[in-house]
């Protein structure tokens, strides 16, 4: 097949269900410990299933699971070496602005480095890297009706400095 032809034929595909949705992510870590106190110790996720040392399931709100963890291929390994494919982050999802300054609190308390904060017009995100160097974004979505848009109705995402200290400035959650 012709790049030509991969094109057109990628022009041509029924779209996915809009219902559809990315249930769960699955890392490759090289500690389950390490890895736990980040997202169960850190980010808040609630452990449903651990297989002792070299497995775990998390989830947010009581979902089966959002986040599988194991070692089976990686107990001690290193992160991948830049320049390499593989996964570029996992983003979670925060439903309230609030709830974002919560999870960057965390960070700060647990001294956490903060690798990124942008502004993109439709979303607020925070960027860092998990113990195994994997990449995370904690983010929150505008209301649709704030998002950008061009004069065709099209969205227009942008990348500007967030004002961390004024999503820090929010009241805390109770």
């Known amino acids: 097949m012709t ?3 991969k094109s057109q034929s990628l022009q ?3 779209p996915i269900a809009p219902t559809t949705s990315i ?3 699955h890392l490759k870590v090289a500690n389950i410990n390490r890895a736990l106190d980040f ?3 850190v980010l808040g996720f609630e452990i449903v ?4 040392n070299s497995a775990a399931f998390l989830s947010a709100g009581g979902y089966h699971h959002h986040i599988g963890m194991n070692t089976w291929e990686s107990l001690g390994g290193e992160p991948p070496a830049p320049g390499t ?3 570029y982050h996992v983003a979670i999802l925060y439903r309230r602005r609030e709830e974002l300054a919560d999870a960057v609190r965390r960070l700060v308390k647990a001294g956490i480095p ?4 942008s502004d993109h017009g439709v979303s607020e995100a925070i960027y860092l890297d998990d113990p195994d160097g994997n990449g995370v974004e904690l983010y929150w979505d505008r209301p649709r009706e704030e998002w950008p848009l061009d004069s065709e109705g099209k969205i227009t995402m942008f990348t500007k400095r967030l004002d961390i200290d004024g999503l820090l400035a929010l009241p805390e959650l109770t």
């Open 39 to 41: 997202y169960h110790g």
């Open 114 to 117: 903060i690798g990124g904060a």
């Open 3 to 5: 790049e030509h032809s």
């Open 23 to 25: 249930g769960h992510v």
């Open 49 to 52: 299933i651990r297989m002792g």
């Open 85 to 87: 494919t593989g996964l």
């Open 12 to 14: 041509s595909v029924v």
